[in-house]
């Protein structure tokens, strides 16, 4: 009778919680992003310029400023937003299936890493499956967000989540359907596919193979609950447990590494890619390789800037997750000095992904933002895909040049050695074991992390 009770009292805690952070967390000022005219604007690999038509086609190439790689130019304004818009974005939300273990029905407040952390994984598998070119044909229908349709329907949102959750009304939301399709080729059918699959892999339900429900189980392991806040360097250990245990065969051409005490070891980034011997079905996997770093003391060192535009510049990143003390962003690109992210801080609603034809704009962001790079926490965790094995050691090779150049008289923020972990006493990983998932060494790395200052809201 006890336990029941105070069951009970969690259950009536969760809802009142649940409509502080939907208030919280869905009261959002949006504010207008500035771009100079005068600078590109890199996206993942991609720069685009916004001068006018004229002196756009006097533009031969592009190059970061931290490497002198030459990027393809792609377009203007109108191009850059359908880029950016295709991208991915996984928010807070509200209302979605009870979390094992917990009373929770929402993660506002705490699971914005998780959620970067998702962004970052996402844009690897769209890497794998859609490739660089592809965008969402319907990426510029979205309608713009500005500051009066936000609040205005932030309004109406809390005063039915209010009393939904004092009602213990916790049915899901139904958004707007999404517009009716034309006409498409095979080639963009098969690209919308894999679009919605992708999505659905991070779907807020305890089926989704990368949805919340899933990370926080393999968290646990770290010793993380749900509710607890995680820091990126534990994100991505969670991440590459996740994809290992991924039973859907569409994944089992991925793989991924997140590197050891800042170190890339070649070996067993190649191992792990040339592992894909199932079935006498003979190959190669493709390798999503994470690398949790600090980008200083206690303050980001703004040495590190021309470094990590480099890193953003380069065809097979896959962003960049960290942000302000108490707050983790996915970054995806910069102009000048100032990074270019999607915020996960906004609360939206449940949305199941196993209905067909389930609504898409809640997944994609209407606008970016920026932040001074100076601004930045040091911990953040980056990610870059390697198709193929000799892709793996062109990245690698250009990574290198770019933390030689960029390390002068400090230190580099991580190397890549040749060899295997274990050719340097370190404990080779990843380790199976049926009721563990975590090694020992890996599980002293994360007790290690997780007592970092980054934390969240």
Known sequence: MEATGTDEVEKIKSKFMSAWHNMKYSWVLKTKTYFSRNSPVFLLGKCY??????????????????????????????????????????????????IKGSALTTDCGWGCTLRTGQMLLAQGLMLHFLGRAWVWPEALDMESCDSESWTSSTMRKLTASLEASLTAERDPKVLARPPARRDWDVTERRNE????????????????????????????????????WYGPAVVAHILRKAVEEA???????????????????????????????????AGTKAVIIL???????????????????????????????????????????FQDDSLIYMDPHYCQSFVDVSIKDFPLES?????????SFKKMDPSCTIGFYCRTVQDFEKASEEITKMLKSSSKEKYPLFTFVKGHSRDYDFA????????????????????RFSTEEFVLL
Request: charged letters at 25%; hydrophobic letters at 30%.
């Open 291 to 333: 690398v949790p770093v600090r980008l200083g003391g206690e303050r980001t060192n703004t040495d590190y800037l021309e470094f990590v535009k480099g890193i953003l510049s380069l065809e097979y990143c896959v962003g960049i997750i960290g942000g302000k003390p108490k707050q983790s962003y996915y970054f995806a690109g």
């Open 363 to 371: 997944f994609h962001c209407p606008s970016p933002k920026k932040m």
């Open 247 to 281: 039973r859907d065969p569409e994944l089992q051409g991925v793989t991924v590494y997140v590197a050891q005490d800042c170190t890339v070891y070649s070996s067993d980034v190649i191992d792990r890619q040339c592992s894909f011997v199932d079935s006498g079905k």
């Open 49 to 98: 310029h916004f001068k006018t038509e004229g002196e756009y086609r006097a533009l031969h190439s592009c190059q970061s400023s931290s490497a002198g790689i030459s990027t393809e130019i792609s377009g203007n304004v109108e191009e850059f937003r359908k880029d950016f818009i295709s991208r991915i974005w996984l928010t807070y939300r509200e209302e979605f299936p009870q």
């Open 193 to 228: 596919a894999y679009h919605r699959k992708i999505i659905s892999w991070f779907g807020d339900s305890p089926l989704a193979a990368f949805g919340l429900h899933q990370l926080i189980e393999y968290g646990k392991k770290s010793g993380k609950m749900a509710g607890d």
């Open 428 to 447: 080779s990983s990843p380790i199976h074991e049926e009721n563990d998932l975590f090694s020992e060494d890996e599980k002293k790395r994360l007790k």
